[in-house]
């Protein structure tokens, strides 16, 4: 019982029971129970909470023990509680009764003052509606008067009413007091029209759908094409007389009325259009002076020198400081669209890049016309404006820059392909040596189309990046050519590209690849010297990253063909130890001397002479000077280091040979003495036919090392050598190296 009533079970409550949660007000028994079921079975969550409900009985029951006094003392104090409650419902009923009175009266006026409004909001709607409709009708009114009103000659001018024109324009009166003449004053009064015309626009934009608007539309029409003649007479007549005054006022009207397209195709056919057609007709029997070609720079300059004379003052006009006419845009949609008109109507073989040569010329000549027409621009947003035009961007489209860029890829690259095809390296006459600095002619073909590339006469700028890839391309080929082909006379086998045609390399003589190594030495020079100097000077604009990126490109290129020169050295190497091995097969035949016989050696053989020949006379051909010092020592010392290798090979490989063969014989000897008691004393003192082979090896190489002296190279400093010499050199003489 003592833990039913005061005993503490909080400490015996798990950790997944919580009371505190009973008592939140968004307590929800089902939410409770899912969120637990998953963990808790469901006999022990129902044991838990019967035992919280003792323990909550519990605390009842000491709450009631404690204020048991104040309990029973409640009931006593609540003495006639139902005539205390109808006192007091009374008074709230007559409170309820005025506040519903007061609400419905509220409500009412509310209801009323809302119908007001609606009816004044109606009719302030219907008053505007009314007032522009007046003002429309007023306007049309005005414009029709002002339109009839304007004067068409002098005559006409001195009948105007003065007192009119100054309530038409506070500035007119004075204007005319002045001087101001017939077509200043009409285009005075038509840049007073336009602006009522524009005003009018905005009413039959707001009232556009009512039917007294849809009747008027025919005279707001009559009015419109009023204007616009009228308009476009006054501005002809000012361009004509380049009355700056008067177009000005034109201009204003045309960009008040917002029909700029109008001026500027007024400006085109009345002005730069009769000018571009005398120098480029749209018929070529009408050329001056009979010329019918399709060059357009002398075309450029000409109209250059007409839009300066007869177009400027035009421009200076719609590009004034704070004038708004801003809007108007006469160098593309007037000048370039008549250029542009005149081109493809009198000159269409301009734009065709069939022509590579005259391609380029007049796509260069046409930016820059593009770019002397910019210089009229006033400010940086002004060139901004007059690229983005649509002519404008017709105008570049004409010229298909791709199509040229393929045909020259198709000529630059086609030709260095067709060169390296041929099956035999071709060298330079000795005419175009003294020109070129190159000897073969696949080098001269790369380097020309290299420079092709970056030339004045080929390059666009606007490709670059595409002149750059071809120039690695064409790098690229060559470097693989030459590997190939490399690869291919080592292998003996042509067959195995012979996309590459690497047969030329296995027809190749030795001294032909001195050629390649001077070739290959002075494109690696010009890469990284005034060729790289010439990329970057052409694309000096680029950031500095992108140059970075170039010149790294170049290097990477520079170094692909630097790689080859080890492998060019090889071949060579090769190529002369093969003929020099030919001669040191005769070693061979030492053996046969010397076998069976007596015979000791006494000087050196004759094949010994023979084994530098090829590289001595490799050594003084007439093509060595194009090699340099540190190329030729480097075929030097390795031809030699090679063809010792090769020597001491075969050398031991014959002693070798011979030592094994003795004691064969010897042991055939000494098994058949043996047979027949015979002592074998005798032959112990003879010199062994292994003896005499290494005294002729040691008298040849001592030889060898003299002719290799001869060359200029050191015969001790070659291992093979030195092994070599211990091999066959008596004991009393292994220790130094003379000869």
């Not at 009355?243 to 397209?261: E, G, K």
């Not at 002004?382 to 035009?389: G, I, N, P, Q």
């Amino acid at each position: 019982m003592a833990d039913l009533f005061g005993g503490d079970t909080s400490e015996s409550s798990p950790l997944w029971f919580d009371p505190s949660s009973f008592l939140s007000p968004s307590f929800d028994p089902d939410a409770y129970l899912s969120s637990l079921r998953s963990f808790v079975p469901l006999d022990s969550l129902s044991r838990e909470l019967r035992h919280h409900l003792a323990s909550l009985k519990s605390e009842l029951l000491d709450l009631v023990n404690r204020d048991y006094a104040d309990f029973v003392s409640l009931t006593t104090r609540l003495v006639d509680v139902d005539s205390a409650v109808a006192r007091m419902r009374a008074p709230v009923a007559e409170l309820r009764d005025k506040v519903e009175g007061f609400r419905s009266a509220v409500a009412a006026a509310l209801e009323s003052l809302e119908d007001g409004l609606r009816q004044r909001a109606e009719a302030a709607a219907a008053r505007e509606v009314l007032e522009l409709l007046l003002d429309t009708f007023h306007v049309v009114s005005k414009v029709e008067k002002l339109i009839k009103e304007l004067p068409s000659t002098p005559a006409d001018l001195a009948r105007t009413d003065v007192s009119h024109l100054e309530k038409i324009n506070g500035a007119s009166l004075q204007h005319l007091e002045n001087g101001t003449d017939l077509r200043e004053t009409q285009s005075i009064l038509l840049e007073r029209i336009a602006s009522e015309m524009n005003r009018l626009k905005f009413y039959i934009s707001h009232a556009k759908d009512l039917p007294f608007i849809e009747n008027m539309e025919k005279r707001i029409q009559n009015v419109t094409l009023l204007l616009d003649g009228s308009l476009g007479h006054c501005f002809v007549d000012g361009l004509e007389h380049q009355d700056a005054n008067a177009i000005y006022n034109c201009l204003r009207a045309y960009a008040a009325i917002d029909n700029t397209s109008a001026a500027e195709e007024i400006f085109r056919e009345t002005i730069v259009a009769p000018l571009i057609q005398k120098v480029i007709p749209h018929d070529q029997s009408l050329a001056p002076n009979g010329a019918s070609s399709d060059e357009l720079e002398m075309d450029y300059q000409q109209i250059a020198q007409c839009i300066e004379k007869d177009c400027k003052f035009l421009l200076e006009i719609s590009s004034s400081a704070n004038s708004g006419l801003h809007v108007f845009d006469f160098l593309a949609n007037s000048i370039l669209k008549e250029v542009l008109y005149a081109i493809q109507k009198g000159k269409p073989g301009a734009f065709s890049p069939g022509r590579p040569k005259e391609f380029l010329k007049n796509y260069k000549s046409s930016l820059a016309f593009l770019a002397c027409l910019e210089g009229y621009c006033p400010s940086r947003s002004a060139v901004s404006k007059f690229r983005s035009e649509t002519i404008y961007i017709d105008f570049m489209r004409q010229w298909n820059v791709g199509v040229y860029f393929s045909l020259r890829f198709q000529e630059i690259a086609g030709s260095l392909d067709s060169t390296l095809m041929v099956p035999s390296i071709t060298p330079v006459d000795s005419n175009q040596l003294k020109q070129q600095k190159l000897t073969l002619k696949q080098s001269v073909v790369l380097l020309e189309g290299l420079k092709s590339c970056w030339s004045e006469d080929i390059l666009v700028i606007s490709f670059s990046d595409k002149f750059l890839r071809l120039s690695l391309q064409l790098l690229s080929r060559y470097s693989t050519w030459l590997s190939s082909g490399l690869a291919a006379r080592k292998e003996h086998n042509a067959s195995s590209d012979t996309v590459l045609n690497s047969e030329w390399a296995i027809a190749a003589h030795i001294e032909d690849f001195i050629y390649v190594i001077h070739d290959l030495g002075y494109l690696v020079d010009e890469l990284t010297g005034d060729y790289l100097e010439d990329i970057l000077r052409h694309l000096e604009s680029c950031s500095a990253d992108v140059l970075v990126l170039v010149k790294q490109s170049i290097l990477q290129a520079k170094k692909s063909l630097a790689d080859c020169l080890p492998a060019v050295v090889d071949t060579m190497i090769e190529g002369i130890v093969k003929k020099s091995v030919e001669d040191l097969r005769q070693l061979k035949g030492i053996t046969a001397t010397y076998r069976m016989t007596n015979k000791l050696p006494v000087r050196h053989s004759p094949y010994v002479s023979g084994i530098l020949r090829p590289l001595k006379a490799f050594l003084e051909g007439d093509r060595i000077v194009l090699l340099t010092k540190e190329t030729v020592n480097e075929l030097l010392l390795g031809t030699t280091e090679r063809i010792t290798n090769r020597y001491y090979e075969i050398a031991a490989d014959v002693v070798n040979v011979a030592r094994k063969t003795e004691n064969s014989l010897m042991r055939i000897r000494q098994g058949a003495q043996r047979r027949v008691g015979a002592s074998s004393d005798a032959s112990d003192n003879n010199i062994s036919d292994t003896e005499k082979i290494c005294m002729q090896l040691f008298l040849d190489i001592q030889e060898y090392g003299r002719n290799l002296a001869a060359l200029g190279v050191n015969a001790a400093e070659i291992p093979a050598y030195c092994s070599f010499w211990q091999f066959v050199a008596p004991e009393d003489k292994q220790a130094k190296i003379i000869f």
